[in-house]
């Protein structure tokens, strides 16, 4: 048995056109004390980048793969890194090999260095007015002018994933609305008010491919009242206490509004920090 660790020490996560560098470490496992133990062997090892593309089956009908194989894909001792997988492979980078015959004895490990570009046409992976991931939202509202007051006011931040025509699964597939935060306000005879929210680092910027296209907004809901309202008014010099109630019923309006905004990447060290990934895996061979 042969234990291979792939660390890349800044993290899991890169920009298009970044380098990629990764140490892998083979390691033989075995104590050189163990009386089973025995040097292993590896007739050759590589390394590249590989996308796989994953969908919804129920929203998304995948275009055809075609006709493209591996000249060799009937012999199980070439690496296919998409075989057995769901989706269809969207990026590929040529293998890069890392050694040829290589033999460990028990308890000895080797170390190769991979690097690589990350190709800037390949698409972001799906698991965050310009704005960055993990920066806050910040609006004001100025309520002085108006003649019908404001009540309430709501503010969302809101992504819409709509899937290109000819590959949605039914005609005329809704757009897919997902909240990430939502700010509450009440407001009546303010005169300014303000909100902040903040993009979580753990989502997608926009973004948009053949298949999908992935963009931002603010969501905005209102509630009004129908008639003009007198604020309470306060006697100057007035030494006692001042209550006042609103009231039991009004009548009111409601209506909303959506800003786009464009969210854009932050630095893949950050990210990093909230990534479901890490930056070490392992396995067993």
Known sequence: MIEVVASMARGPVFLAGELL???????????????????????????QIHCQFHASENRVALPAQGNKQDVQADSDTVLIPSRGERGQCVLDTPPKILFCDLRLD?????????????????????????VKLGEDIIGTFNFSEGDIP??????????????????????GQAVSVTGHGRHLESCLHTA???????????????????????????????????????????????????????????????????LPIKVLPTNPALASYVSQFTGTNSINI
């Open 21 to 47: 560098e990764c140490l892998i470490t083979f390691t033989n496992p075995m104590s050189h004390l163990s009386t089973s133990a025995s040097s292993e062997m590896l007739a050759w090892a590589s390394a």
């Open 106 to 130: 028990p308890g000895e490990s080797k170390t190769y260095s991979y690097s690589e570009v990350v190709p800037v046409d390949g698409p972001p992976s799906f698991r965050g007015q310009a």
């Open 150 to 171: 404001c009540l309430q006011y709501s503010v969302s931040l809101q992504s819409e994933e709509e899937i290109q025509q000819q590959y949605q699964r039914r005609p």
């Open 192 to 258: 300014s008010s303000h909100f902040s929210l903040p993009i979580p680092l753990n989502v997608t910027p926009g973004f948009s491919t053949d298949i999908a296209t992935l963009r931002w907004r603010l969501h905005f809901e209102f509630v009004t009242a129908r008639e003009p309202m007198e604020p309470p008014t306060v006697l100057q010099n007035q030494s006692e206490v001042t209550v006042w109630a609103g009231a039991e019923h009004v009548d009111v309006d409601t209506f909303s509004w959506n």
